[in-house]
């Protein structure tokens, strides 16, 4: 079985904003490590925000944050 990235998805992970709490409007990838453990302890949210979440925390954990960086860089968001 081969796995194929969703490029969509990605961008979308990587422009989006932490919606409520103490890191409200921060970027995901920007969160401390911590907090999101903390999630993972306490169940993740339903949804896309607990998907994002819990994938930035295997991110985080394998250190590929230079890679999201580098794609906010590269696609920056489209101002709608």
């Known amino acids: ?5 969703n490029k969509e998805e990605l961008l979308q992970l990587t422009h989006y904003k932490m919606p409520f709490g103490k890191f409200k409007d921060e970027y995901l990838v920007d969160l401390p490590l911590p907090y999101l453990v903390w999630f993972k302890q306490k169940g993740f949210p339903d949804g896309k925000l607990g998907r994002y979440l819990e994938t930035m925390l295997t991110i985080k954990d394998n250190g590929l944050e230079p890679i999201i960086r580098k794609l906010q860089k590269e696609f920056p968001k489209e101002k709608t």
Not at 1 to 5: C, L
Request: aromatic share 0%.
């Open 1 to 5: 079985m081969e796995i194929q990235p």
